[in-house]
């Protein structure tokens, strides 16, 4: 058996009685409130060879079937181990006014720092709508896993480490009330996250501070960001705390790549005065992986009054979008029963990965093409022979 680590925060309510050693953490808000976040590290064991064969597995559109693998690493849920960092704060004041204090934030960080002294780039997760805690576990490790097993990795000796962000989701089946619960959640999340972005932010300055006071060089791996989903809505809202508490309102420069998969957000928050429109300055590029064959958009279109959702169609103006953002319609290749955690599996999987190790977004090597009304940055999958035959 193998063990996986998986660094996390989390805004949840701990489940036991210790809440630095939790049997789980459960579908509501921490005791302390919504803002308030947990460090810590989970440990799971699995098969090294029953995770092999999901990664080696064709999904119709590429190799490696990480939905399936997803699954598989739920089902072993029962040898998880969780360690949250201990923290010894008080709530009612400033970080910076707790000098004393002990920060779990501070411990991870320092942790993840040794892993990128190490040539490893962090990739955080927010996973999106209806996603228990074990569940979502599950999830950041298998696209851990996606993200290291290929030949790129390999060649160049870069690896990923995810980190997980969970929010308080429901991971119910009732559709209705399951839907509008989580996204109340993740409206108040978005602060926790924003929360979570400024301490990473400082930590970096302290970092960047202390290295050159000591004439040391700076790592050169990097950090980025993938939200699924509704956890689109989570960032979205993520944005105005991270505004608010920002020199001149400029968001943080913290990510090389955003990743944005199927995001539950209305279609045009790219446009001027929307909530994503400062996006960009976050990062070197973002990228929006969008797909007509996507179930989940069209309920969440009805239970939003018919808003069109961004994981749909794309931008509502493709054209107006800033030269940093891209978007890759991947409705000609996504099928079967991964239509909206395709993220996680083949092709798309692999594009990501590419975005990751610097690849240029108009590389050959990509499958991706653009389209052929000239924009430079809208770009889709064209129809794989496998896809083809499945579709005939």
């Known amino acids: 058996m193998a063990k996986a680590i998986l660094y996390f925060a989390t805004n949840r309510r701990h489940e036991g009685d210790d809440r630095w050693n939790p049997s789980g953490y459960g579908i509501e808000p921490s005791e302390d409130g919504t803002e308030n976040l947990r460090f810590g590290r989970v440990t799971l064991n699995y098969d090294k060879r029953e995770a092999l064969k999901h990664l080696q597995k064709n999904c119709g559109f590429g190799k490696g079937d990480g939905q399936r693998l997803a699954d598989y690493l739920h089902s072993q849920s029962s040898s998880g181990v969780i360690k949250a960092f201990e923290e010894k704060l008080d709530n009612k004041k400033a970080d910076i006014r707790q000098a004393k204090s002990k920060f779990g934030s501070t411990r991870m960080y320092r942790e993840l720092r040794k892993a990128m002294e190490n040539e490893t780039d962090i990739l955080i997760f927010i996973h999106g709508f209806n996603v228990s805690w074990w569940v979502a576990v599950a999830s950041a ?208 999987n692999d594009d990501i990965r590419k975005s990751i190790f610097g690849v240029l977004q108009d590389s050959r090597t990509r499958r991706r093409e653009p389209l052929r009304h000239g924009w430079p940055n809208v770009w889709r999958f064209p129809v794989t022979k496998a896809v083809a035959r499945q579709s005939g």
């Open 141 to 348: 490790l298998s696209l851990e896993l996606m993200l290291n097993h290929n030949s790129d990795a390999q060649h160049t000796g870069r690896p990923v480490k995810v980190v997980l962000f969970s929010w308080p989701s429901d991971g119910k089946t009732i559709p209705w009330y399951s839907y509008f619960s989580d996204r109340s959640d993740a409206r108040g999340s978005g602060a926790a996250v924003g929360r979570g972005f400024l301490k990473l932010r400082d930590y970096l300055v302290e970092v960047q501070r202390d290295s050159l006071q000591k004439g040391e060089n700076l790592c050169s791996r990097s950090i980025h960001l993938l939200c699924h989903s509704m956890g689109n809505y989570v960032l979205q809202n993520a944005l105005h705390r991270t505004e608010k508490f920002s020199t001149g309102g400029k968001p943080p420069r913290i990510f090389d790549q955003i990743f944005l998969c199927a995001p539950d957000v209305a279609d045009d928050v790219f446009e001027s005065g929307e909530p994503m429109r400062r996006l960009p300055e976050m990062c070197q590029n973002a990228t929006i992986y969008h797909n007509r064959g996507d179930l989940a958009m069209p309920f969440s279109d009805f239970t939003k009054g018919n808003t069109d959702r961004l994981g749909w169609r794309g931008a509502n103006r493709p054209a107006d979008l800033d030269g940093r953002v891209h978007q890759v319609d991947c409705s000609s290749i996504v099928t079967g029963l991964i239509e909206h955690s395709y993220y996680l599996c083949g092709d798309v």
